[in-house]
Nanobody
Framework: QVQLVESGGGLVQPGGSLRLSCEAS????????ITWFRQAPGKDREPVYC????????AYGDAGENRMSGTRDSVKNTMNLQMTPLKIEDTGRYYC?????????????????WGQGTQVTVSS
């Protein structure tokens, strides 16, 4: 049974940092592409950062390109997302998703497995 479990979310002030973790069981993170998505209230789910099966990375949007970075740990079977400096508009629920296709894709439809998400709230 495949499980993706996100952790590390919380309440942080603007300019602060968070490190999210996605722990996988039932699949190997280095045999899948893993993407972090986020969803703000009333908005569509959007991709933030991806690591492909081959280890290539794709950062999406201003947040992904300028303020977020992802790393993969094949031993711990996790993918982590470092976020700094956080802005109010980064508030939302963050999900990790895995695709057996192995490549990064911005559409949620391309992903086979999802976690339950972790809440990130940026507020002063």
């Amino acid at each position: 049974q495949v499980q993706l479990v996100e952790s590390g979310g919380g309440l942080v002030q603007p300019g602060g940092s968070l490190r999210l973790s996605c722990e996988a069981s039932g699949l190997a993170v280095d045999k899948h592409s893993i993407t972090w998505f986020r969803q703000a209230p009333g908005k569509d789910r959007e991709p933030v950062y991806c690591i492909s099966r081959g280890g290539g990375t794709v950062a999406y949007g201003d947040a992904g390109e300028n303020r977020m970075s992802g790393t993969r740990d094949s031993v711990k079977n996790t993918m982590n997302l470092q976020m700094t400096p956080l802005k109010i508009e980064d508030t939302g629920r963050y999900y990790c998703a895995a695709s057996a296709r192995g490549h990064c894709h911005p559409s949620p439809d391309q992903y086979d497995y999802w976690g339950q998400g972790t809440q990130v709230t940026v507020s002063s």
